[in-house]
């Protein structure tokens, strides 16, 4: 495509859109002649008076370090909107999909009912604890889990870890939902939990109404 030509003036630069293209702009535009570099699809347009990029080190250096920044900035924005999406599709899941002993009624509102309108709620993405970054693991082995955590008002917890896996068939593609892990933690122990349905019963079996009074106070 030819050498990169940028401004030998300071780099003065401004990121318009690191989804959409970085735009290195020159103090003055005199006499400038537009480049264009294509990198990890994105798209960089620099303008300025003639400067080979092979000639400046530091505006190679410089260059570079902008996309590589962008790169993972856009990366990580796709990654995060990905999750976030994820993370809408197991809350809004029938929690019957997951338990048929369960109604249907969102996984999201069966977890309040069950923890209390007054618990604290966390949910991620993650690896469902399996990525141990040991040579020779296969990426492409390692399930993906939506883990949502609840704290009840007694301070015990419910951890709850749904992996969704997708498959192809002639509706197209497909998303199902198992419990992959599950545990009530109280003060005293942790009672692994095998299916949702178990959840009333162990919740009911460790309730400390002293504790519960004790909170109150």
């Known amino acids: 495509m030819g050498k990169a ?13 690191c989804q959409s293209g970085l ?3 020159a103090k003055n535009d005199l006499s400038s002649r537009p480049s264009t ?15 080979s990029l092979s000639r400046n080190p530091m505006a190679k250096l410089s260059v570079a370090t902008i996309l590589l920044f962008c790169t993972s900035l856009v990366f990580s924005q796709n990654q995060s909107t990905d ?20 109604p249907a009624v969102r996984f999201d509102q069966w977890l309040r009912t069950e923890a209390g309108a ?33 704290w009840l008002k007694d301070g ?35 009672i692994t939990i095998r299916q949702l349905s178990d959840f009333p019963a162990a919740l009911v079996r460790t309730h400390d109404p002293a504790s ?3 909170i109150a106070k």
């Open 5 to 17: 030509l940028v401004s030998a003036s300071a780099f003065l630069f401004r990121a318009t859109n």
């Open 23 to 25: 735009l290195f702009a």
């Open 37 to 51: 570099m294509i990198a990890n699809a994105i798209i960089v347009r620099v303008e300025g008076p003639a400067v």
């Open 83 to 102: 999750e976030t999406k994820l993370i809408a599709l197991v809350k809004s899941t029938p929690v019957s999909r997951i338990d048929s002993a369960l």
């Open 118 to 150: 007054d618990g604290r709620y966390q949910w991620e993405v993650n690896d469902c604890g399996e990525q141990t970054g040991a040579p020779g693991q296969n990426s492409s082995e390692i399930p993906t889990c939506v883990e949502a955590d609840a």
């Open 156 to 190: 015990r917890e419910m951890l709850i870890m749904i992996a969704v896996t997708s498959s192809a068939d002639a509706l197209g593609r497909r998303q199902s939902f198992t419990v992959y892990f599950a545990q009530l933690i109280t003060t005293r122990e942790k």
């Open 212 to 214: 519960t009074s004790e």
